[in-house]
């Protein structure tokens, strides 16, 4: 395949809602890191405590059920942490295909934000 890295903006509606202003002008950009084949992979926000208030981790993976067309964005084994929460979900996943677009869900204090995504740019 040869992506390295697909760059998608995900924005919630209500900058003045649950969220508050963690996410700047009620954004953020997600770069997904796709093994080969590109179910899953490794995930990071360009600021780096966007989704991951721990500030970005080496445990932060996704994996994409391509039959459901949903990504599940993970993070776990902090300071001994086993588990392994979805924190964020993109649906409407198809491919990596630029323009792509969808729906998902941001877990912020145990509650689902609703969110909606574009993929705006790739490396390959």
């Given at each position: ?106 877990v912020f204090r ?15």
């Open positions: 395949m040869g992506l390295k890295k697909a760059f998608i903006t995900a924005q919630y509606s209500d900058p003045n809602g649950e969220l508050g202003n963690r996410w700047k002008d009620g954004k953020t950009e997600i770069v997904l890191k796709p093994n080969d084949p590109p179910s899953g992979g490794s995930w990071d926000t360009t600021r780096g405590s966007d989704i991951d208030s721990g500030g970005g981790s080496n445990h932060a993976t996704y994996a994409w059920d391509i039959v459901n067309h949903v990504i599940n964005m993970k993070i776990g084994g902090y300071e001994g942490d086993t588990t392994n929460k979805t924190v964020t979900s993109l649906s409407r996943f198809n491919d990596y295909k630029l323009g792509a677009k969808g729906e998902g869900l941001f145990g509650k689902d934000v609703p969110i909606v995504w574009e993929l705006t740019s790739m490396e390959f």
